[in-house]
């Protein structure tokens, strides 16, 4: 009998990374993580081309951070391809200063990682006067980075977990500007439309029950994006709609239309507490929308899951 192939998940940043501890969650959560492959992408567009391409089952993208606020190149993404999201996760992001064990503070010229984590992270780098900021592609790739170089001047900022696959020292902990400082990501899969458009390559059976809406447990979150007729109070009526049908809408996020200038389309997430609810609500998005598009509806993520 042939063995099944490892079930692999797409992550951008190098092994360590926050994607890649998010994606290690969710499949435990799902009993998929018996035989899995975690596969760094060096960026988002190479994590949807690789779910899109088959090569991964699933991926794992970085939507919104409780100190910076969203990360729209992936909402722009979710719109121009066809994926589903299956799944959320809420991470606690604790940054650490990475690097050889026993180096001072003092002593460190130089601190690399992803600019989001820099930001993140300002007060503390101004107590390091002689560091400069150093931006870099990822932050487990700094890490690892960091620890290629053999420079003992040099650190990183980057998870505990970066630190264990780097193997170097925690220099100090909890460096983050913000307490509760958290990231909210997103699973994605190849959408059903997509699969069934390309006969010669098929989608991994044990993603599947991701996607079916038979069992489907309520409440849920569903997420789509739509865009409104340029009118005045278009989007008020819809807002009202929604109030009307008892939603709970936990995210609204506006993106400008390229090709229509001064347009915007919206992402929604919402709240649906049964199956008639959500077809009353899809029914009134359709109505009240140029365009919509479903992005997924997935289990809602709960404090204390991870």
Not at 195 to 217: F, H, I, N, Q, Y
Request: proline share 7%; charged share 25%.
């Amino acid at each position: 009998m042939k063995k099944q192939q490892p079930l692999q998940v797409a992550f951008q940043g190098a092994p360590g990374a926050f994607s890649h501890r998010a994606g290690q969650i969710f499949t435990q959560q799902n009993n998929l993580d018996e035989d899995t492959k975690y596969v760094p992408c060096r960026s988002f567009d190479e994590v949807f081309e690789s779910v899109l391409d088959y090569k991964c089952a699933l991926g794992v993208i970085p939507l919104e951070n409780t100190s910076i606020g969203s990360i729209v190149a992936n909402f722009d993404l979710l719109y121009r391809h066809p994926v589903m999201m299956v799944g959320e996760i809420y991470i606690p992001i604790h940054h650490q200063l990475i690097g050889f064990e026993g180096t001072p503070l003092k002593s460190i010229t130089a601190v690399y990682s992803h600019p989001a984590a820099l930001d993140q992270c300002k007060v503390f780098l101004k107590s390091l006067p002689a560091a400069k900021p150093q931006a870099y592609w990822d932050t487990s790739g700094a890490a690892l980075h960091v620890s290629a170089s053999k420079d003992r001047k040099s650190a990183a900022i980057a998870s505990e977990f970066a630190a264990k696959e780097a193997n170097l020292a925690i220099l100090k902990r909890d460096i983050e500007d913000h307490e509760g400082n958290s990231t909210r990501f997103g699973i994605i899969v190849p959408s059903p439309e997509h699969a069934s458009a390309d006969s010669k390559k098929k989608p991994d059976p044990r993603v599947a029950p991701l996607l079916e809406e038979t069992g489907r447990k309520y409440p849920l979150k569903m997420s789509c994006v739509v865009e409104l007729p340029h009118k005045p109070g278009t989007l008020a009526n819809l807002l009202n709609g929604l109030v009307h049908n008892h939603v709970n809408l936990t995210k609204i996020e506006s993106r400008p239309v390229p090709d229509a200038p001064w347009h915007y389309r919206f992402f929604l997430d919402m709240v649906l507490d049964s199956k008639e609810r959500e077809a009353q609500v899809v029914d009134e998005l359709k109505q009240r929308t140029e365009n919509l598009k479903l992005l997924g509806r997935y289990q809602i993520w709960e404090a204390g899951m991870t």
